[in-house]
């Protein structure tokens, strides 16, 4: 195992990497900031074209779980992992287990669970060598997907309030890209809410699901980006949100569960420009980390149900700032997130360092 160096990685608490010869594994711990707790973020497994786009996704996940848990007011702190590889051939049982023990050598200081590339039952592998996975619980072990759609659906919501004046979504056009766990539920619940819904996957099975089970229309890949409709929702990989891009949406509302849509900060300041209304990925995708808090702390159905709603008030709160400030969504929604780490460090002074004692691990 051994210490990256990366030019942007010196906000972060801890970046490791290692490469199993017996398993294939190779892979990045990314702790980006453990004020608030212990570092929570998936792992997730993409066959990257190059180690450097790898850690820029551990670098740029990881972050962006640190302000999502402040935001939920999460005792959490922000941490992600990636596997460089085809999930799809290269992931095997030595490989996840492989995985468990690099999470295990940070002792507790990062948590894992599923991301895309991996699922709930790749984490019970994962948990045969450490004890450091969560989205479970000692009995049942369950997929936040359904409750992360659910919070992007609310914040769905508060986008055509704020852009229409309404909550209705009865005849509303939401595009989707990604039709994978989050995506397909979220197409679930807007179809359910009466909206026409398009979608659009590179994986032919899941579209294939998603059009037999929900009826919603098929559009190519290459075109959902620029889907004319009312709200546009990412649900596949990040950084979808880029200068050019933006130059060819044709949608009021962005609001989807991708981490990490917008590619550069100038984006925001894009999507401003353009009149578009961008809901932060990490405000409205938040509903995974907070069930899984709270299936750790076995919280009955109506406490879930409320933390979620959580969700819907946070985006609200975060377009409204933006708009009476005349400033980009995404810089309100991190100014609010470092406004509880400062607040919870002036509460409750806490030196990173100490927890820094793990054989092996470096910072
Ligand atoms: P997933 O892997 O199950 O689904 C992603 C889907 O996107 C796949 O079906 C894939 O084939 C498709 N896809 C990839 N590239 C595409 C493209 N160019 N065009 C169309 N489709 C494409 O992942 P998921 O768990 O549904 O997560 C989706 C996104 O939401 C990821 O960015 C993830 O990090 C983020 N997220 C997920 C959760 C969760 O609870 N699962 C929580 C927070 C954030």
């Not at 997730?44 to 640190?66: C, I, K, N, V, W």
């Not at 690099?102 to 895309?116: C, K, N, T």
């Not at 759609?149 to 309404?166: E, P, S």
């Amino acid at each position: 195992m051994s210490k990256l160096t990366a030019q942007d990685s010196t906000e972060h608490e801890t970046v490791i990497t290692t490469k199993d010869a017996d398993s294939g594994l190779t892979a990045i711990i990314a702790i980006h900031n453990t004020q608030l707790g212990p570092a929570v973020g998936g792992c997730r497994m993409f066959p990257y074209a190059q180690e450097a786009h790898a850690l820029r996704d551990a670098l740029r996940l990881s972050r962006g779980m640190t302000y999502k848990s402040a935001l939920a007011g999460l005792p959490f702190g922000g941490g992600k992992s990636v596997i460089l590889g085809d999930p799809r051939r290269e992931k095997t049982p030595a490989l996840l287990r492989a995985m468990g023990a690099f999470v295990d050598m940070l002792a507790g200081r990062y948590i894992i669970a599923e991301d895309s590339g991996t699922s709930p039952d790749d984490m019970r592998v994962v948990a045969e060598t450490t004890r450091h996975v969560t989205g479970i619980n000692a009995q049942k072990r369950e997929d936040p997907s359904p409750a992360t759609a659910h919070g992007v659906f609310l914040g769905i919501i508060a986008g055509i309030r704020q852009v229409f004046g309404t909550e209705c979504l009865a005849g509303r056009s939401v595009a989707i890209q990604g039709l994978g766990h989050v995506g397909y539920h979220l197409a679930k619940n807007l179809t359910n809410a009466g909206a026409k819904v398009y979608g659009s996957d590179i994986n032919v099975d899941n579209l294939r699901r998603a059009k037999d089970d929900l009826g919603l229309t098929a559009v190519s890949p290459d075109e959902i980006l620029c889907q004319p409709c009312d709200v546009l929702a990412p649900c596949a990989m990040g950084a979808v949100l880029d200068e050019s891009s933006i130059a060819k949406l044709q949608t009021q509302i962005i609001a989807g569960a991708a981490n990490n849509q917008l590619a550069t900060t100038e984006d925001d300041e894009r999507l401003r420009a353009r009149n578009i209304v961008y809901c932060p990925d990490f405000a409205i995708n938040a509903g995974g980390i907070i069930d899984i808090h709270h299936q750790q702390h076995n919280a009955c159905s109506d406490t879930r149900a409320a933390a979620l709603e959580h969700i819907g008030h946070n985006v609200a709160n975060i377009l409204e700032r933006a708009q009476d400030r005349a400033v980009g969504t995404q810089q309100i929604a991190i100014a609010m997130a470092e406004e509880q780490l400062r607040a919870s460090s002036q509460t409750n002074p806490h030196d990173s360092k100490q927890l820094l004692c793990s054989p092996g691990v470096s910072r």
